[in-house]
Structure formats: structure tokens, C-alpha cells
């Protein structure tokens, strides 16, 4: 009962480096979200994807970018790391549209990031 | 970016006591919910509320949907200290994903 997976858990960088963060779900839930947590800040949201093959702009998306090639998968990419983004990374999920209940998320457990 | 008030921002009670906190925003939500998280992990879906009005109950947790649609509040009776960890309200927009707004959390710790 896998749920929603993060993958790595952490990871240190260099200002200037790139790297993908990997949420998968095995869940079939249609929408999924990528967001970071900062102290004192709560969750903000980078990006979604309402579906396979569709993106959209969260809240704080710039520096970032993501890809929904799979139902299961969404990707968190950053081109150029720089230390503002030294974050805690949650991906999240939710149920198949359709019905009130459907709005309950699920979480992963998070990718620490530290950008030097 | 719309972020929702919630308070306390921490609480140090005593094992036992009753807690209580709340979320308000200026905006109407049609979904509320409440999450807890613990240090290192993700947050986890404590209570759903759907309705205005709504009041739900989750063992020793009850949360409230607010009469306006802009507010909610979470009681836990009777503390232990597992109850420690941060809570985070989150509403649910209608529309455009439904994206969750989170609050700024409230941190609670228990002492013995």
C-alpha cells in the first residue's frame, strides 16, 4: 500500500546545478501537486496537473518546472538551483473527480533540498 | 499567494488539556479539511469537513465548518503527547484543480 512516493528523500545541490524530483502515486488519482514547505510559511503550491498530459501554475511556480507524462507520475524539475529554493518538497494527490469527497489530498513524505 | 490565518502559531499545554485552534479566510471555501504532521513526514488527513455547519468528530479530534464558509476550527479533548506535531487547516476551492490552500500552521506540544 504504497500510496504517494517521493523520490530521493534528500539531496544537497550547488547554486547553479539541476536536478528532477519524482512523485509517483499508484492510487489512479487524477489531479496531482507539487508544493514547498517553508518555516513559519505553511504549504505553498509550485504546480499541478488536473491530468495526464496537463500542467498548471501554482502559487510560486517561477524557477520551476514539471511534466505529467504518466496518470501516476509528476515531475518536479529546477533548470538552475539557487539557495532561495532550499525547501522542504511535498508532492500530493487526490481521488478521481467526482463527489465531494474527492477533494481529500494525500501526501508524500517529503524531499529535503538544500542548495549551496 | 493566499495564505489562511490560523492561530495559534503554537500551543504548549499540558497532557490532558484540551486543545484548540482555529483557521479563518477571506475567501469561501466549499471543502475544509485538517492535517497533522509530524516531524520529518508528510502532512496526514485528520478530519473533512464538506458542508457549512458541519461538525465532525475523529476519536478524540472535532472540527467545525464555519457557518460563512470562511472559517473552521479543530478541538482535540483530553492531550497526550503523541498529539504533538503541527496542524495545518487547508481549504478547497472549487475549479481550477480544486487546489488546496494551507494554513501557516499551528504547532503543539505537550507536556507531561
Known amino acids: 500500500n504504497a500510496g504517494v512516493t517521493q523520490t530521493p528523500k534528500f539531496r544537497v545541490l550547488k547554486t547553479g546545478q539541476s536536478m528532477t524530483l519524482l512523485c509517483a502515486q499508484d492510487?489512479?488519482?487524477?489531479?496531482m501537486y507539487w508544493y514547498r514547505q517553508d518555516p513559519g510559511m505553511g504549504l505553498r503550491l509550485i504546480h499541478y496537473?488536473?491530468?495526464?498530459?496537463?500542467?498548471a501554475k501554482g502559487e510560486v511556480p517561477d524557477g520551476y518546472n514539471v511534466s505529467r507524462l504518466k496518470k501516476q507520475n509528476f515531475l518536479l524539475g529546477l533548470e538552475s538551483a539557487a539557495p532561495s529554493q532550499t525547501s522542504v518538497y511535498f508532492c500530493?494527490?487526490?481521488?478521481?473527480?467526482?463527489?465531494?469527497?474527492?477533494?481529500?489530498?494525500?501526501f508524500g513524505q517529503g524531499t529535503r533540498l538544500t542548495v549551496v | 499567494g493566499q495564505q489562511l490565518n490560523q492561530s495559534p502559531q503554537s500551543m504548549f499545554i499540558q497532557e490532558g488539556e484540551d486543545v484548540s485552534m482555529n483557521c479563518t479566510s477571506s475567501?469561501?471555501?466549499?471543502?475544509w479539511l485538517w492535517y497533522k504532521q509530524d516531524p520529518g513526514e508528510g502532512p496526514v488527513l485528520l478530519i473533512a469537513?464538506?458542508?457549512?455547519?458541519e461538525l465532525t468528530s475523529n476519536g478524540r479530534l472535532t472540527a467545525q465548518f464555519g457557518i460563512t464558509r470562511k472559517d473552521s476550527f479543530l478541538n482535540i479533548s483530553a492531550s497526550i503527547p503523541s498529539d504533538v506535531g503541527i496542524y495545518f487547516c487547508?481549504?478547497?476551492?472549487?475549479?481550477?484543480?480544486?487546489?488546496?490552500?494551507f494554513g501557516t500552521g499551528t504547532q503543539l506540544k505537550v507536556e507531561l
Open positions: 500530493a494527490s487526490r481521488r478521481p473527480v467526482g463527489g465531494a469527497k474527492n477533494t481529500e489530498a494525500f
Open positions: 469537513l464538506y458542508k457549512a455547519g
Open positions: 475567501s469561501i471555501f466549499n471543502t
Open positions: 492510487m489512479n488519482h487524477e489531479y
Open positions: 496537473s488536473v491530468g495526464e498530459g496537463t500542467t
Open positions: 487547508a481549504g478547497v476551492s472549487t475549479g481550477g484543480g480544486n487546489k488546496l490552500t
